[in-house]
């Protein structure tokens, strides 16, 4: 009897030891598996995608996206995770001057263009396109509008754009150096900030004509009719482009404006109806 407990003791005790051990490895497995003591991650493995934060003109807006998209295609050496703001380019200016952040400025006006200059939110400028005024209306042309002194008629409903939108500014001076903005400011319904607003409130029935650019048909093309403005009076607005000194990306902010200023984007600009860069 006395041989049995011993031995019951020593293998309770031989167990103890064996359980001991098994306990410490555990833990010490647990602690190495623990991710705040981790000195690897596979997020740490991962390249950071860049990012470019691009102001752009609305009335652009189509044009800039398959710009950037054919950049990811054929250009980048990786993908650029493009994040867009869209406004009219008076308002988007106002956005930089108050929180001075992003990379790179569109504008589709070369007033807002140089006040970004002055202001030091730029330096340089690059001239991509310009943005052509024409006459919308309904498809089918329901009240037979021609030219812009039909705008002056009776009972027509006229939209154009703000002043702070590069439409906007260019169908007053228009209409202004034509004679006829204070006969058509009666007319004025509605004053939308840009010009696709314009191209849609026509669609929409909620104005006859509108003054805006000749690319703003868009998705509602087929809803209407677009008149050209003789070129020996019309007034295009200069589209151009900047790398903002805010840029925490400056050198894929220049890359990507030196492919818009390339005969490729050239050609996008061209397929969504804008004219070519006037030179002086």
Same mark, same amino acid.
């Given at each position: ?48 995608? %860049? ?15 398959? &710009? ?64 052509? %005024? ?24 006229? &939209? ?81 482009? &900047? ?19 390339? %005969?490729?984007?050239? &050609? ?13």
């Amino acid at each position: 009897m006395r041989y049995k407990k011993t031995n019951n003791r020593v293998s309770l005790f031989i167990k103890l030891i064996v359980s001991t051990i098994i306990l410490q490895t555990i833990i010490l497995g647990c602690s190495l598996l623990q991710p705040e003591e981790a000195e690897y991650s596979i997020q740490d493995s991962v390249k950071e995608q %860049p990012e470019l934060l691009v102001y752009v003109a609305a009335g652009i807006r189509e044009a800039v996206e398959d &710009a950037a998209l054919e950049y990811n295609k054929n250009i980048a050496n990786y993908p650029i995770n493009f994040k867009f703001v869209f406004n009219n380019s008076g308002r988007l200016l106002t956005q930089l001057e108050l929180h001075n952040e992003g990379d790179i400025f569109i504008s589709s006006e070369l007033q807002f263009m140089e006040k970004a200059i002055i202001a030091g939110l730029a330096d340089n400028k690059f001239d991509l396109a310009t943005f052509v %005024p024409a006459i919308v209306v309904a498809a089918g042309n329901p009240l037979g509008i021609k030219t812009l002194a039909d705008l002056t008629k009776p009972g027509v409903r006229v &939209a154009i754009c703000e002043n702070s939108a590069a439409m906007g500014k260019a169908a007053e001076k228009i209409l202004s150096e034509q004679g006829i903005l204070d006969e058509v400011t009666p007319n004025i319904i509605n004053r939308p900030a840009t010009a696709p607003q314009i191209a849609l409130n026509v669609a929409l029935n909620q104005a006859d004509v509108g003054i805006t650019g000749r690319n703003s048909g868009g998705e509602i093309e087929d809803k209407l009719d677009f008149i050209m403005i003789p070129p020996e009076i019309n007034s295009p607005t200069l589209i151009t482009a &900047a790398v903002l000194n805010s840029s925490g990306n400056i050198s894929n902010a220049e890359l990507f404006v030196d492919f818009l200023c390339s %005969p490729a984007v050239q &050609a996008i600009f061209k397929k969504h109806n804008f004219g070519d860069v006037i030179l002086k």
